[in-house]
C-alpha cells in the first residue's frame, strides 16, 4: 500500500488514540509509523526485498495504533458505567 492509502487509515486512528486514549503512546506510534514510511522510500528504489522492514515497522505501528484507538473507544463509551 501507498502511503496515501495508509494515511486514510492512520489519521482517524492517530486522531482517536491521542483523543480518546493516552496521547503520548498515539504520538511515539505515528512517528514510527512515518519513520517506517519515510524509511521505505530508498528501500523501494533500491532493492525490491528490501523493503519489508521499513513497511512491516509501519503497518505494525498502524495495527498498534488502531487498536490503542479502539481500546480506548471501547473502555470509554462501552465499559464505563452510565
Same mark, same amino acid.
Do not use: C, K
Given at each position: 500500500?501507498?502511503?496515501?492509502?495508509?494515511?486514510?487509515?492512520?489519521?482517524?486512528?492517530?486522531?482517536?488514540?491521542? $483523543?480518546?486514549?493516552? /496521547?503520548?503512546?498515539?504520538?511515539? =506510534?505515528?512517528?514510527?509509523?512515518?519513520?517506517? $514510511?519515510?524509511?521505505?522510500?530508498?528501500?523501494?528504489?533500491?532493492? &525490491?526485498?528490501? $523493503?519489508?522492514? &521499513?513497511?512491516?515497522?509501519?503497518?505494525?505501528?498502524?495495527?498498534?495504533?488502531?487498536?490503542?484507538?479502539?481500546?480506548?473507544?471501547? $473502555? =470509554?463509551?462501552?465499559?464505563? /458505567?452510565?
Amino acid at each position: 500500500m501507498n502511503t496515501l492509502e495508509h494515511a486514510v487509515m492512520f489519521l482517524p486512528a492517530l486522531w482517536l488514540a491521542a $483523543r480518546w486514549g493516552n /496521547p503520548t503512546w498515539a504520538g511515539i =506510534l505515528g512517528l514510527v509509523w512515518i519513520a517506517g $514510511r519515510i524509511w521505505y522510500v530508498p528501500a523501494y528504489l533500491h532493492d &525490491p526485498a528490501s $523493503r519489508e522492514i &521499513p513497511f512491516g515497522l509501519a503497518g505494525l505501528a498502524l495495527i498498534l495504533l488502531v487498536v490503542l484507538a479502539a481500546w480506548d473507544v471501547i $473502555r =470509554l463509551f462501552v465499559l464505563q /458505567p452510565l
